[in-house]
């Protein structure tokens, strides 16, 4: 595993380095919105609705699931910068543990409390049906769920982020063949849809297991040793992307209110697809960052700090160029991505399309939010990555959400996205500057 991540990178070597999870996040998007894509064109708009209604619920599950991931994950590759390699793994498999015992909250819930779960998030008498047909299978799955994300970051600190490519690849793969088996073919609607999707997060669990199970150098699974203080330690150090994922659960309660009071159950289907649109086009920063976090844990962890730089410099690189390249496609291909959800020319197509031109600023800013955040979570300062986060996410996201549409009705429901992310970028330099001499990488 050293040899993987303990060598110096240029700028295109950590690029190839980071390129698998790169693509794995690509392409985590892009079979999301496959889901979307037959659900519009199979089942319907109201169906499209509902997945938007219930991915608060969604959210709450990934926050739990990639704070143990990205904290952990930030805590083993440390230790294995230091040579404490029995102990890295005893963490790690303390970390799985722990994680499978948190996603049975989820399964209990969806024994004995789906429907008025989906009645609180907003659920009407026409989408609640498909709220409880998909949001059941879902989290019924929810332990298959949270082993995919744990061992997406952890085959990355293993030395091996090729190996949770192809896994991702595999899952997308099948998810994709079975939403046209179970939906176009079988007819299964909704259900088909969610069936498609936890059968996916099954391929990545299972290897996984086995993987490290059987392994016999590295990082693998050994007797835990309880330790509450190094949990803590995890669930602060990722608490950042906890913040993410819960405050993206709260903000999208009040985007599906604000947008049926304007625009209706079209406006719910309209912003959406702008959401989906979001996530893919993101994912470059955020497979990115997820590449190199174990690289800079390592190099921070050995505290060699020339290495450290270099590595920094090659990130700032890569997230400039990229931020103009994401935001470019935005504007060119905007028609394009809208009408994979919505036939051109329909009332929710229109809709999505001018959200879509008003929302795109803010691919310039959020490259450099999302890797700034993590940035020090890789370096374990979990308060600051936090205070990024919660700002992006959440802060000023709720406060422009608030704010603009009192002024501009739906037209500053788009504008709250860009917003939150020009001023959450100042707050992201700011933190640079001030931390590049704490931790050297500058």
């Not at 739990?64 to 991931?69: C, E, H, K, T």
């Not at 790690?92 to 819930?109: D, E, N, P, R």
């Not at 024994?111 to 047909?133: H, Q």
Request: net charge neutral; glycine share 8%.
């Amino acid at each position: 595993m050293s040899n993987a991540i303990d060598r110096d990178f240029t700028f295109f070597s950590l690029l190839r380095f980071a390129l698998p999870s790169i693509v794995m996040m690509v392409f985590l998007s892009l079979y999301t919105i496959v889901d979307g894509f037959f659900i519009s064109r199979f089942v319907g708009p109201d169906a499209l609705s509902a997945t938007n209604i219930i991915f608060p619920v969604i959210n709450v599950e990934l926050a739990v699931g990639i704070m143990l991931a990205t904290g952990g994950s930030a805590v083993v590759a440390r230790r294995l910068g230091m040579g404490e390699e029995e102990h890295a793994r005893r963490d790690f498999t303390l970390i799985v543990a722990a994680g499978l015992i948190l996603s049975l909250v989820f399964v209990l819930l969806a024994l004995l409390a789906l429907e008025p779960l989906c009645i609180a998030l907003g659920a009407s008498e026409v989408l609640l049906p498909y709220c409880v047909d998909y949001l059941r299978i879902l989290m019924l799955f929810a332990p298959a769920y949270f082993l995919q994300n744990l061992f997406q970051s952890f085959f990355v600190a293993a030395g091996r982020p090729g190996l949770g490519l192809g896994l991702t690849l595999g899952a997308g793969c099948t998810n994709i063949v079975l939403d046209y088996v179970f939906i176009v073919i079988v007819g299964l609607g909704i259900a088909g849809a969610a069936w498609a999707t936890v059968l996916g997060y099954c391929i990545p669990a299972a290897v996984g297991m086995a993987f490290f199970l059987l392994r016999r150098r590295g990082l693998r699974f050994t007797r835990p040793r309880w330790d509450p203080k190094m949990l803590l330690q995890c669930c602060f150090n990722g608490s950042s992307e906890m913040v993410t994922n819960l405050a993206n659960a709260v903000v999208t309660i009040l985007f599906n209110y604000l947008m049926l009071r304007f625009l209706g159950e079209s406006g719910v289907a309209a912003i959406t697809i702008v959401l989906y649109a979001q996530f893919l086009l993101t994912a470059l920063y955020m497979g990115f960052s997820i590449g190199v976090a174990p690289v800079i844990s390592f190099s921070y962890g050995a505290e060699n700090f020339p290495r450290l730089r270099r590595i920094f410099r090659s990130c700032a690189v890569f997230i400039t160029l990229s931020s103009v390249l994401i935001f470019g496609l935005s504007l060119a291909a905007a028609a394009q991505i809208v009408s994979l959800f919505s036939l051109a020319g329909t009332y929710v197509y229109d809709l999505a399309l001018e959200g879509f031109q008003l929302f795109s600023p803010a691919f310039l800013f959020a490259g450099v939010n999302i890797f700034a955040s993590a940035l020090f979570t890789a370096l374990s300062d979990g308060k600051t990555s936090s205070l990024i986060s919660f700002l992006r996410t959440f802060g000023f996201l709720m406060l422009g959400l608030l704010a603009l549409p009192v002024v501009l009705e739906e037209t500053g429901v788009w504008l709250a996205v860009p917003f939150a992310e020009v001023l959450s970028c100042l707050v992201s330099a700011l933190c640079l500057f001030r931390g590049r001499r704490r931790y050297h990488y500058a």
